[in-house]
């Protein structure tokens, strides 16, 4: 089953991808079955199921919207590399967090010159959650701003 959102995270980063599910689902009121996130027990990819042909069924899906959660962890992943390339050129809508301390400096090749956003900025956060709930043709009503606004999402700290 292809999903809605695909998180893009480094193995080692689960703390981070697992928080970052947490806040999407709080914040946003997104349903944890439109959320593919390798991580999570229960999420990944199903038994019987391989890994990589799962992952490219899930990229391959042109309405996903994936989010490139983007550390130094990220960087030396050759897996989480390759599903930003395959990302990138599949067309698919993406969504760049950078997480400190994790610069624009260290940012380079597809990502070059391109606009991230900086998960310890909550105004980055606030345009991040604007520009997904257009691209799911979401109405954010001011209540969900309240609770958007009420949750914590610290990273990378």
């Known amino acids: 089953m292809a999903r809605s959102i695909f998180i893009s995270h480094a193995v080692k980063d689960k703390e981070i991808s697992d928080a970052f599910v947490s806040f999407l689902e709080r914040a ?46 990220y960087l030396k992943s050759v897996f989480s590399v390759c599903e930003m390339g395959a990302s990138w050129v599949l067309g698919v809508r993406c969504i760049p967090l950078m997480v400190p301390p994790l610069e624009h400096k260290d940012l380079t090749a597809v990502l070059t010159g391109v606009h991230v ?25 001011p209540t969900d701003y ?12």
């Open 28 to 73: 946003l009121h997104i349903e944890a079955d439109e959320i593919f996130c390798s991580s999570i027990p229960g999420d990944g990819i199903p038994a019987g199921k391989n890994f990589v042909d799962y992952i490219r069924e899930q990229l391959n899906n042109r309405e996903v919207i994936v989010f490139l959660l983007l550390t130094d962890n």
């Open 117 to 141: 956003y900086n998960v310890s900025k909550p105004e980055d956060l606030g345009s991040m959650r604007d520009q997904l709930a257009n691209w799911l043709k979401a109405v954010v009503k």
């Open 146 to 157: 309240a609770k958007w606004g009420s949750s914590t999402f610290v990273m990378g700290s």
